[in-house]
Nanobody, 121 residues
Framework: VQLQASGGGLVQAGGSLRLSCAVS????????MNWFRQAPGKEREFVAG????????RYADFVKDRFTIFRDSAKMTVDLQMNSLKSEDTAVYFC???????????????WGQGTQVTVSS
């Protein structure tokens, strides 16, 4: 699978940003599409995931009610709508595929390149 993330940028605290991940070359190992993020000096952490066929979604506790993951199987994209952004959301965001539902980077099959999100306070 090839994953191409876009949509990062600079936004003020309280603002919104939408990230998009273009998906191509899906295989039988790519059942779930995820977003991860990595802040400077920190481990890469799970943000949200969606089961590609079913559309079932899952979120990290720290983004619930603020972030929404969308998958469009016709356009082959997985978007992450981020609202009420906080300075602690500043990180490089990555889209990633996995064969099952995961909570850590250990389960990732393929990574896309990252896109920087910077939230100014």
């Amino acid at each position: 699978v090839q994953l191409q993330a876009s949509g990062g940028g600079l936004v003020q605290a309280g603002g919104s940003l939408r990230l998009s991940c273009a998906v191509s070359g899906l295989t039988t190992s790519d059942n779930v599409m995820n977003w991860f993020r990595q802040a400077p000096g920190k481990e890469r952490e799970f943000v949200a995931g969606v089961v590609w066929r079913e559309g079932k979604k899952r979120y990290a506790d720290f983004v619930k009610d603020r972030f929404t993951i969308f998958r469009d199987s016709a356009k082959m994209t997985v978007d992450l709508q981020m609202n009420s952004l906080k300075s602690e959301d500043t990180a490089v965001y990555f889209c990633a595929s996995s064969s099952g539902v995961i909570s850590t980077a250990a389960g990732v099959v393929s990574w896309g390149q990252g896109t920087q999100v910077t939230v100014s306070s």
